[in-house]
Each structure stands twice: as structure tokens, then as C-alpha cells.
Antibody, heavy 127, light 108 residues
Framework: EVQLVESGGGLVKPGGSLRLSCAAS????????MSWVRQAPGKGLEWVGR??????????DYAAPVKGRFTISRDDSKNTLYLQMNSLKTEDTAVYYC??????????????????WGQGTTVTVSS | SYVLTQPPSVSVAPGQTARITCGGN??????VHWYQQKPGQAPVLVVY???DRPSGIPERFSGSNSGNTATLTISRVEAGDEADYYC???????????FGGGTKLTVL
């Protein structure tokens, strides 16, 4: 069974840092593209960023609101995805989900979806 | 960025058909995915590539996509289908995925 388990959330002051982890099991993690998606209280889903598999270059990409402050990394030996969050703002308060990513051409169109989601970890940024 | 527009809410009686729309400029040229999020739970992919279902998702869930509107259709709605539903596409202009604002499905 494919499973993603996030951890590391908590309460942090504005300007502080936090590192989230996502432990993966049930699939070949090293081959997978992974992403982080967040959901502020009472709001919709917001894509945070993505990391490709090392065989596909291992590159990262980020949404504009977090670019330069957040860093996604992976440790394939531990089947674990990370989200390092620095210079946190109150608007970063959200539940953070890690997801697997499926990206392939379907009928000539890029299909980019998030197949499996973890249960989420809550980050609260408040003084 | 590419804007996806969903109705905030849809209501339907049990046993009836619910249709949740997702509007976007020429969305018919994109691949649309739908996620179901029940209260207090993580989202679950229910339809991908406009109309395909992941394993384990009931056949009552179906999708279509044409022109400027994609639609998630839930047939024979059950109380357990009450949830928020989000559409999502890849935005080629920003090179990022985009989510719709979500639709709350209420089963009367």
C-alpha cells in the first residue's frame, strides 16, 4: 500500500524556521516526483512546490509566495521528502500535504496530477 | 496565471445526480484532475485526465471536459459523497499546477 506520512509541524514565530518531513512507503520513492501542497484554515488547496526524481534531474520548482524562503529536498536512501521553511510569515499558516506526482503526456497534452496524498501536518505561524 | 472557476456550493438530494463544473479559458485543451476532500481528511484523487478513475473509485464518479468547462458528475449521490471537490490543471504559462477554488457538495 502506498503511504505518505508527514511530520514536523508545529507552532513557530514569524521569521522562524521549520522543517517538515514526509516518509514514503509502498512504492519506489527514488523514481517518484514529489510535491508539497498546503491548505490555509478554511481555504482551498495551494501548490507549494515540486522535486523531480534524481534520474530526471532532481530539480525543484516553487510557487511564487514561497520562492526563496522554502526548499524542497529528498533523501532517497531514507525514502523521505523534506520541506525546509525559513522566514516564515503568518500567511504560511496551513496544513501541509506531501503528494506523489504523475506527469506525462496524454493525448498530446501534459497531464500533471497528484495521485497520493499524506494525511497532512499543521504549521501555525504566530507570535 | 490560469484561473479555474468553480461554484462555491452544489446541493443535491440522495439518489440524484450532482454536477460540479470547473470553468477555464479553453480548458478543453487541458488535462483536468478532480480531488475529493471530506471534512478533516486529506484530498483524494477521484478523476484524472478528464474522465479516468483511479482504482477503488466508484463508477458513480465520472468526468468530462470540453470547450471552457470541465464537469465532475456524481451519479446516485450518497450521504458519504458530501465533501469539497477541487479541479486542477497544469498551467503552461506559469509552468505550475493550478487548483480551482473548490465546491462544497451538500447532500440534502
Amino acid at each position: 500500500e502506498v503511504q505518505l506520512v508527514e511530520s514536523g509541524g508545529g507552532l513557530v514565530k514569524p521569521g522562524g524556521s521549520l522543517r517538515l518531513s514526509c516518509a514514503a512507503s509502498g512504492f519506489t520513492f527514488s523514481n517518484a516526483w514529489m510535491s508539497w501542497v498546503r491548505q490555509a484554515p478554511g481555504k482551498g488547496l495551494e501548490w507549494v512546490g515540486r522535486i523531480k526524481s534524481k534520474t530526471d534531474g532532481g530539480t525543484t520548482d516553487y510557487a511564487a509566495p514561497v520562492k526563496g524562503r522554502f526548499t524542497i529536498s529528498r533523501d532517497d536512501s531514507k525514502n523521505t521528502l523534506y520541506l525546509q521553511m525559513n522566514s516564515l510569515k503568518t500567511e504560511d499558516t496551513a496544513v501541509y500535504y506531501c503528494t506523489t506526482v504523475s506527469a506525462l503526456m496524454v493525448r498530446g497534452v501534459l497531464s500533471y496530477g497528484m495521485d497520493v496524498w499524506g494525511q497532512g501536518t499543521t504549521v501555525t505561524v504566530s507570535s | 496565471s490560469y484561473v479555474l472557476t468553480q461554484p462555491p456550493s452544489v446541493s443535491v438530494a440522495p439518489g440524484q445526480t450532482a454536477r460540479i463544473t470547473c470553468g477555464g479559458n479553453n480548458i478543453g485543451s487541458k488535462s483536468v484532475h478532480w480531488y475529493q476532500q471530506k471534512p478533516g481528511q486529506a484530498p483524494v484523487l477521484v478523476v484524472y485526465d478528464d474522465s479516468d478513475r483511479p482504482s477503488g473509485i466508484p463508477e458513480r464518479f465520472s468526468g468530462s471536459n470540453s470547450g471552457n468547462t470541465a464537469t465532475l458528475t456524481i451519479s446516485r449521490v450518497e450521504a458519504g459523497d458530501e465533501a469539497d471537490y477541487y479541479c486542477q490543471v497544469w498551467d503552461s504559462s506559469s509552468d505550475h499546477p493550478e487548483f480551482g477554488g473548490g465546491t462544497k457538495l451538500t447532500v440534502l
